[in-house]
């Protein structure tokens, strides 16, 4: 076997591919108009409903959340990377992303917000923390405040969870620049007597 060192002063993230989920941030901006925006730095924080993503300060997205203290977060379907895709469109010279009016969303309930259509799975947060510092960027954190999951991905007992993944996939991001639609998984090998 023969590995390649990387040089760790300089960004390693971009010399091989991760695994990764795509989300779409949505925040409230300054003109009460909301700005959506593709993260795929993005996870829950432990097993009680705190998420958080990587964000860089430089972002629209960033001074959003710090200013209005809330966020929602909706997860894509493998049908919808294109819609994720065009959330990071450049912004033109009035600071404006156009093409978030023609985006399909729906009013949050919880906090003030907007959610993407067709998404599997929609949080709205309130802000937790904002810990900066990580060179450009920085961790947001949210308190999921409301939760809803489209039935088609709801866990439930009596349904083959293989049989369900296969019927509703998972879009996933393989950074950098590529994607995958996850339909065909098997359940995972836990060690007999494992509890998390
Ligand atoms: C596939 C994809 C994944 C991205 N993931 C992240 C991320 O994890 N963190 C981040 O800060 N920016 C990420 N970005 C970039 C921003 O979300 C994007 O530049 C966005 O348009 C910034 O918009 P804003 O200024 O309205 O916040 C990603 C962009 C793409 C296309």
Redesign the pocket.
């Known amino acids: 076997m023969a590995f390649v060192s990387l040089d760790p002063e300089q960004p390693i993230w971009d010399r091989f591919f991760t695994v990764a989920p795509?989300v779409i941030v949505g925040?409230k901006q300054t003109d009460g108009t909301y700005?959506l925006?593709?993260?795929?730095?993005?996870m829950p924080i432990g097993w009680q409903n705190y998420y958080g993503?990587?964000?860089?300060a430089?972002?629209?997205?960033?001074r959003?959340i710090e200013r209005e203290g809330a966020f929602t977060v909706s997860f894509p379907r493998p049908t919808q990377v294109v819609t994720?895709?065009l959330?990071?469109?450049?912004?033109c010279d009035g600071d404006e992303?156009p093409i978030l009016t023609v985006l399909p969303t729906r009013p949050a309930t919880r906090v003030d917000g907007v959610l993407v259509e067709d998404c599997s799975l929609a949080l709205e947060c309130e802000l937790d923390r904002i810990t900066d510092g990580f060179g450009a960027?920085s961790l947001i954190i949210g308190r999921v405040v409301a939760a809803v999951v489209d039935e088609r991905d709801l866990r439930i007992s009596e349904r083959d969870e293989g049989e369900q993944i296969f019927d509703s996939p998972l879009l996933v991001?393989l950074s950098p620049g590529r994607y995958a639609e996850i339909r065909e998984t098997a359940r995972f090998p836990f060690p007999k007597g494992f509890s998390r």
């Open positions: 795509l925040s700005d925006a593709p993260k795929h730095m993005a993503f990587v964000c860089s430089r972002h629209a997205t960033y959003n994720s895709s959330a990071a469109s450049p912004r992303k960027n991001y």
